[in-house]
């Protein structure tokens, strides 16, 4: 049996959360990140039937049993992921209705799963009925599109037309636009089934004065679609109290459309 450690997805799982890190988006232990993997791809590295721990998850997920997830831990920093993945990183497989979670690997210092699992766990439930390919969810808090739900009016509509007349190719990316959740207390199930709710509609949910949540098909898609989010909130932040001379009208983003073969939200161009 091959060494997880050198396993593809495990790889992948540490240079994200490294890169997240040199980011800036991911102080002390801020963020967390799961990936979905099927059992026969985990087989290849581990006896999955060696349950080292069982743990509780606090929420019913019927539609997650017997999926297996890679996620980072509950007050670990992304920084020290890299120097020891199997302090900072679980490997879990969910049993009993999603009630329960079968440690097969990792958290070695007695850790467990983020806090944010039921918000996790809830988005991949939510995400894989609009799009089965869906295999990550993550969160974090760039700083630029944390300033701006301070300064900007948090209607879904006014924020993505916002994010979209940033950079050109941001409706090109993510074209389903960004919703957005008030203010609410993290690491609860209420959060968990309100970002559920906010990613039937888009692949990015912004928490008002906390960060935003990213899903996709894998982690550079999940990795990308934040990171320009972000970059048009650093554009904004650097220009809002400017006055403005130019912008991308609506006319120019329907020849994105056109160009680039998709569509934006219904009702969020004239
Ligand atoms: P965890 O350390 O439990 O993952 O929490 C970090 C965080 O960002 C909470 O929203
Ligand atoms: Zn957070």
């Known amino acids: 049996m091959s060494c997880i450690l050198e396993a593809p997805f495990m790889i992948e799982m540490i240079r994200t959360v490294t890169n ?5 988006w991911d102080e002390r232990n801020g963020g967390n990140v799961s990936l979905m993997l099927e059992e026969k791809d985990v087989a290849e590295y581990l006896d999955t039937h060696r349950v080292l721990r069982t743990l509780d998850t606090g929420f019913t997920a019927p539609e997650l049993d017997g ?6 831990g509950t007050g670990k920093y992304f920084k020290n992921v890299q120097y020891a993945p199997e302090v900072n990183l679980g490997l879990v ?10 440690l097969l690997w990792g958290f070695s210092d007695g850790g467990r799963f983020t ?8 988005s991949h439930v939510a995400r894989l009925k609009v799009d089965p390919d869906n295999r990550v969810i993550m969160h974090c808090h760039p700083a630029n599109l944390l ?8 209607d879904e509509k006014a924020f993505t037309r916002t994010l979209w ?12 636009g960004v919703n957005v959740l008030p203010w609410m207390l993290c690491g609860t199930n209420e959060i968990g089934e309100a970002t559920a709710e906010k990613m039937k509609t888009a692949r990015l949910v912004v928490w008002s004065q906390h960060g935003i949540y990213g899903a996709g098909k894998d982690l550079d898609e999940t990795f990308g679609l934040i990171e320009t989010a972000e970059k048009a909130a650093e554009i904004y932040m650097k220009i809002a109290h ?14 994105l459309e056109k160009r680039f073969g998709m569509k934006a939200r219904e009702g969020y161009l004239d």
């Not at 497989?93 to 079968?102: F, P, S």
């Not at 300033?147 to 948090?154: F, G, K």
């Not at 007349?165 to 993510?174: G, K, R, S, Y």
Request: some cysteine.
């Open 93 to 102: 497989r969910l049993t009993e209705q999603g009630q329960k979670a079968e």
């Open 115 to 122: 806090s944010e699992f039921p918000a996790h766990m809830m």
């Open 20 to 24: 997240m890190y040199d980011h800036g």
């Open 242 to 255: 400017l006055p403005w001379k130019n912008v991308i009208t609506d006319e120019q983003m329907h020849q």
């Open 165 to 176: 007349q940033m950079c050109t190719e941001c409706i090109v990316v993510f074209p389903e």
């Open 67 to 72: 999926r297996c997830f890679l996620v980072t």
């Open 147 to 154: 300033a701006m739900t301070y300064v900007h009016d948090l």
